[in-house]
């Protein structure tokens, strides 16, 4: 079975905390994509990162960053110095090598930067 | 500017009519995708075309009708929908339909039935 498991239903942190979200998952497949999706209040889903299974370097964008460990099937996100505007639901995604149509969310974490 | 635009942005609709949500994507991309989004629950994937081509019915009713001109419009066509169909109707696109290809969503279609 695929699956991805978004365990933090809800996150509040403070302005200028460092904060991790969590992302497992699950696949019996050797070639597959993890995504991140932002969606803020407006409804959109933004496109933060892909990452094949073959590629386990970390990856820093600004003060985001990802980690991405196969060992334990996990593709974590951390936004460093969090800022009000990061405040959103964020989801992880898994495709499989069955195609796009087959992506496979997770049910999302609401993250809440307070000023 | 987002790639993808949908239109309209709110809509609220009685049961008994018939409306109609439009999506446009600008990124030269040949599969289009519905996703539904309701409060406290998984997004759904409803519909999928590749080359104005219908690939896949997420058994969605038949009260949701889509259409896809082109590779660059697709429609959802509503009518006498349930209370229960209120949500979030997102429309995406992506290059191609192979695993990797990412997903670009638009900024969704806030639908309320009343």
């Known amino acids: 079975a695929q699956k991805v498991t978004q365990a933090q239903t809800e996150i509040s942190v403070v302005e200028k905390e460092d904060v991790t979200l969590d992302c497992v998952y699950e696949?019996?497949?050797?070639?597959?994509?993890l995504f991140w999706y932002k969606q803020p209040p407006s409804g959109e889903l933004v496109f933060l990162i892909r990452?094949?299974?073959?590629?386990?370097q970390n990856e820093i964008s600004g003060r985001y960053s990802w980690n991405f460990q196969k060992s334990t099937s996990s593709f974590n996100f951390t936004i460093t110095a969090s800022q009000v505007v990061d405040s959103a639901v964020y989801f992880c995604a898994l495709s499989p090598p069955s195609g796009t149509y087959k992506y496979i969310f997770g049910t999302g974490t609401r993250l809440k930067v307070l000023a | 500017e987002t790639g993808v635009t949908q239109t309209p942005r709110h809509l609220v609709m009685g049961m008994t009519n018939k409306k109609s949500l439009k999506c446009e994507q600008h990124?030269?991309?040949?599969?289009m995708y519905w996703y539904k989004q309701s409060a406290k629950k998984p997004l759904e994937l409803m519909f999928v075309?590749?080359?104005?081509?219908?690939?896949e019915n997420n058994s969605v009713p038949s009260r949701f009708s889509p259409e896809c001109p082109n590779s660059s419009h697709l429609f959802l066509h509503l009518h006498t929908l349930q209370p229960e169909d209120s949500a979030l109707y997102l429309c995406a696109s992506s290059q191609a339909l192979t695993s990797g290809n990412t997903i670009y969503f638009g900024e969704g279609s806030w639908l309320t039935v009343v």
């Open positions: 990124l030269g991309h040949n599969a």
């Open positions: 696949t019996r497949d050797t070639t597959y994509y």
């Open positions: 075309y590749n080359f104005k081509e219908q690939t």
């Open positions: 990452r094949n299974s073959f590629d386990e």
